[in-house]
């Protein structure tokens, strides 16, 4: 591919000037929004913002939305239109976010121990404020620390990551600049283990190409699963030294 | 939830009482604490967020786009719009917070502020997103929007495009700006933001930042615009679905003034804080 801006330099460093490797800026904070919802989290992955509100498990608005053998979970996706460069005000129900909508609600259908919720439903609901690439990532890396923070039980940390491939080279978490120049994958995986939840992969790319994108994915992920561990540790830590646990 | 009987007629009683007494042992023009930043947001030219202590928050962000305009018009660009959670599009209530402001706003802004040569203005667009809300969300985003653009930088011409004189610069064609950031004027530099109150009236009393509860009781609302030291607009509100709206001429009077203290202590604070 042809561009104007060099995405990897030959010395091995990228626009940012990041290694192939390494992960953006990665902030994260839970129980946030304490008195509006019962689980709430904030992620930053470079640029990219996303806030997110867990309510529930609580008994569904709609009867008809109960399932009886298990939790229901209901996402919604905010896109705000100052997210991005150029101002855009997206409807509602834009394909691409009710597509982002579903991808998120499968993953985490899986993650958390349904069972042991019958007839109750989950709102998720994830504001984007900024976006630089990533945001299906962050999305799902947001709801699973917001989710922790409302005490619902799962099987372990889903956490999420993208890896593209530029010419021969793969390189992990990438921004909007890179997004736009070279295919890329989002993988999700439970925990720390190899278990994929989600793959997804939009753009043509050749099929040996595709292992190493999974294996730098992958790592990215089990990176990521670290990173939030620690913030939830030190949060349960520091309710602990308040006394409120 | 709705009040009792028995709830709404104790509350409406000892809120018009004199001196009145609200539930949560406030002043009459006692806010409860908020919790505000500026400049969080990385891709907009200015931001703000405000929580309150009952859960109710608000984002703004504010962004500048240049649009070529024809002749020399004066008009002020300006496009206030707002999402507000749980409230479908296109409500009443999105319309009321997005043309109060929006008016108020394209009245008090000097026309040149947004001038960058003779073809070219730029256009401000103000959005918001009221994550969630238990009293009503008129001044949370007044109060959030003032802050946003507060901290809202526009940025300068690149100085060798433009000549030497002011006239030079409507000769150039597509301007072309200067790419440090540190390089950009502030939008609030002479002029100040309006700030829209609304205050619930019950008997003859006036109250700022009612509680939901508050609301449910009051006879109505009042909204004032404040802008530059006093009030310049007047609206009545509804503020629940059966009020009555009917008020002495005094108690609107008293209102005003008292909202305009409100306005004038609201804006010390805002201006307090540190933006980016």
């Known amino acids: 591919m042809t561009s104007r801006i060099e995405i990897y330099s030959p010395e091995g460093l990228r626009l940012d000037g990041r290694r192939w490797n390494e992960v953006r800026h990665f902030r994260c904070a839970i129980n946030t929004h304490p008195v509006s919802s019962d689980g709430s989290s904030i992620i930053e992955q470079g640029n990219t913002k996303v806030i997110c509100n867990v309510i529930g498990p609580a008994e569904p608005t709609l009867r008809s939305r109960a399932l009886l053998d298990r939790l229901c979970i209901s996402v919604k996706v905010i896109v705000a239109p100052f997210s991005t460069i150029e101002r855009r005000k997206r409807p509602q129900n834009d394909s691409r976010i009710q597509e982002m909508c579903s991808s998120i609600q499968h993953v985490f259908e899986d993650a958390v121990i349904a069972h042991l919720f019958p007839r109750s439903q989950i709102d998720v609901n994830l504001y984007i404020v900024a976006q630089d690439g990533g945001v299906l990532q962050a999305c799902i890396n947001a709801t699973t620390l917001a989710l922790i923070d409302a005490g619902v039980p799962m099987y372990d940390y889903v956490c999420a990551c993208t890896a593209g491939m530029l010419d021969r080279e793969v390189l992990l978490d990438m921004n909007r600049i890179e997004e736009s120049d070279m295919p890329f994958l989002t993988m999700a995986t439970i925990g720390a283990t190899r278990k994929v939840s989600l793959l997804q992969l939009e753009m043509k790319v050749q099929f040996d190409r595709l292992e190493p994108m999974m294996a730098a994915a992958m790592s990215g992920c089990h990176h990521i699963r670290n990173l939030m561990d620690n913030e939830v540790r030190k949060h349960g830590k520091s309710r602990r030294q308040m006394g409120s646990l | ?276």
């Open chain 2, 1 to 276: 939830m709705p009040l009792s009987l028995t709830e709404e007629s104790y509350l409406s009683v000892s809120l018009s009482q004199r001196p009145p007494c609200r539930p949560d042992g406030r002043d009459q023009l006692q806010f409860r604490p908020m919790d505000a930043a500026a400049g969080i947001l990385p891709t907009t030219n200015g931001s703000a967020r405000i929580r309150l202590d009952d859960g109710g928050e608000c984002i703004v962000g504010v962004k500048a786009e240049v649009i070529t305009v024809s002749g020399s018009s004066n008009d002020v660009h300006v496009e206030v719009d707002c999402d507000i959670i749980g409230i479908p599009p296109n409500s009443p209530l999105q319309n009321l917070l997005c043309s109060t402001l929006e008016t108020a706003i394209k009245s008090s802004l000097p026309s040149h502020f947004l001038r960058i040569t003779n073809k070219y203005r730029f256009k401000i667009f103000i959005d918001g997103i009221i994550l969630d809300h238990v009293s009503h969300p008129l001044t949370l985003f007044s109060m959030t929007t003032y802050l946003a653009l507060l901290d809202t930088r526009l940025p300068r011409l690149a100085p060798d495009s433009v000549g030497e004189h002011e006239n030079d610069k409507d000769e150039i064609g597509i301007p072309q700006f200067s790419s440090d950031w540190a390089d950009t004027d502030r939008l609030c530099k002479s002029w100040s933001p309006p700030l829209v109150q609304l205050g619930i009236i019950v008997g003859k009393n006036v109250f700022v930042d009612a509680t939901g509860e508050e609301a449910e009781v009051s006879d109505g609302g009042l909204l004032t615009i404040w802008h530059d030291g006093r009030i310049v607009g007047l609206r009545v509100v509804k503020t629940r679905d059966s009020s009555k709206q009917v008020f002495s001429i005094s108690s609107i009077g008293n209102a005003v003034e008292v909202l305009a203290s409100a306005s004038r202590e609201i804006e010390k604070g805002l201006k307090g804080i540190r933006t980016s």
